[in-house]
């Protein structure tokens, strides 16, 4: 048979589009790699719960602090006001996203992703079957890639894959231990500190009854695992026991084009949707997967390939502005130890500080209170230019 569309990757991108489409009355095969973890704090907003329809169960537990800690060890700690962000292990959300992808009638197919061919004027997706090794492959008229950063499907179908820039993460999922001064399990943990992360941040965010503790980096010579180890000391969590380990590209510019013009279109990581200076991407990934459905089922319905380019066309004109405001926040504190202080001392500003968690909690940039941005920028110049002494707020 031909499937009307082959979604290849299962991560939240892949699957919510396999979910959207198969709900729709498409016939939808959902090609994933089975196995493989994301490295990935695993925080999600409410927004994310509302719109994608995710319950209290697949939490693990409810951050009501976020801690901003400086190189020199300042600390800033962020109470999230009348909310929470919502911690989830990877390792068990992607499989509830695919299962619930395959019960609204999604047939799903476990392999490796090989080529793309079209002998008959279709693509054809070839693939490695998990379970016996053979290339086999799937029939379809439009195909979604949606299998991650460094996307092969994007690097064989779409101009410009191979120059989005990518941060390095790197994880460790960790035994819990109990409270105590240094370890709070309802308190995520961001650390901007040159020694960690050159050009990035390491993190320690709860999961309930395991820890995932990381960072990133752009910098190929810095070594992920060390850093993860000089994190896990500074934090009080070197004796923990270590369960996993996972790494892996994120990229952190949305691409220029998502689609190949005919019958290829992008979603999530393979499209380059994570948000800039927080890394943040599963709402991305799942909203991404979801405006790259809609632009497949209005590409089946016409008969217009221009269709596909709405899946790009939709997302950024609900996230440019809040992707610009993130990458231009990242250019201008991530490149020294000295702005990084400076940042964590602009993080002590109240206005600040509900402003960034309205945008996050909401995922849009608040225009209800003008003046309080211009406030924001005001001290965010002030802090640029060392009128501000980072000791001084």
Same mark, same amino acid.
């Given at each position: ?22 709900? &729709? ?35 693990? =537990? ?7 800690? +400086? ?21 068990? $959300?992607?499989? $509830? ?14 392999? @490796?992703?090989?080529?793309? =061919? ?22 379809? =008229? ?25 941060? $390095? ?27 960690? +992360? ?12 395991? =820890? ?29 026991? @270590? ?26 990581? *393979? ?29 089946? *319905? &016409? ?5 596909? !380019? ?34 964590? +001392? ?6 600040? !500080? ?40």
């Amino acid at each position: 048979m031909r499937y009307d569309v082959v979604v290849v990757g299962g991560g939240p991108a892949g699957a919510t589009a396999a979910e959207d489409l198969a709900r &729709s009355g498409a016939r939808v095969a959902m090609l994933d790699r089975a196995g493989r973890i994301k490295p990935c704090g695993g925080a999600i907003p409410p927004r994310l719960m509302a719109d994608f329809d995710i319950g209290d169960e697949q939490l693990l =537990t409810k951050v009501n602090t976020a801690r901003m800690i +400086s190189p020199t060890g300042r600390k800033v700690d962020i109470p999230i006001e009348n909310g929470f962000v919502g911690m989830v292990d990877r390792k068990d $959300f992607d499989p $509830f996203l695919r299962a619930r992808a395959e019960k609204a009638g999604a047939d799903a197919f476990e392999g @490796t992703f090989l080529k793309i =061919t079209r002998a008959d004027g279709h693509p054809r997706v070839y693939y490695r079957e998990k379970a016996t090794g053979e290339t086999e492959h799937l029939d379809a =008229t439009l195909v979604i890639g949606a299998d991650g950063a460094k996307s092969r499907v994007a690097l064989a179908e779409v101009e410009g894959a191979e120059k989005v820039p990518l941060v $390095f993460a790197y994880h460790e999922i960790i035994a819990a231990p109990p409270a105590n001064d240094v370890y709070d399990p309802l308190r995520c943990d961001v650390v901007y500190d040159g020694a960690i +992360s050159p050009d990035f941040y390491g993190w320690v965010f709860p999961h309930g009854n395991t =820890t995932s503790v990381g960072m990133g980096t752009e910098n190929p010579d810095v070594s992920l695992k060390d850093a993860t180890a000089a994190l896990r000391k500074a934090s009080g969590l070197e004796g923990c026991e @270590t369960l996993r380990k996972e790494g892996a590209p994120i990229p952190l510019r949305p691409m220029d084009r998502w689609d190949n013009g005919k019958d290829v279109v992008l979603a999530g990581d *393979a499209a380059g949707v994570v948000a800039p200076s927080s890394g943040e991407g599963i709402y991305y990934a799942m909203m991404g997967g979801r405006v790259a459905a809609t632009a497949a089922a209005a590409c089946l *319905a &016409s008969g217009r390939v221009k269709d596909l !380019q709405l899946a790009r066309k939709l997302f950024m004109g609900e996230h440019k502005m809040v992707f610009r405001v993130l990458r231009s926040m990242q250019d201008a504190y991530y490149k020294s130890d000295e702005r990084r202080e400076r940042f964590v +001392s602009l993080c002590h500003d109240t206005d600040v !500080q509900r402003l960034t968690f309205e945008a996050y909690m909401n995922k849009k940039l608040v225009r209800a209170r003008p003046m309080a941005h211009l406030k924001i920028g005001i001290k965010n110049l002030a802090h640029l230019t060392g009128m501000v002494r980072p000791e001084h707020v």
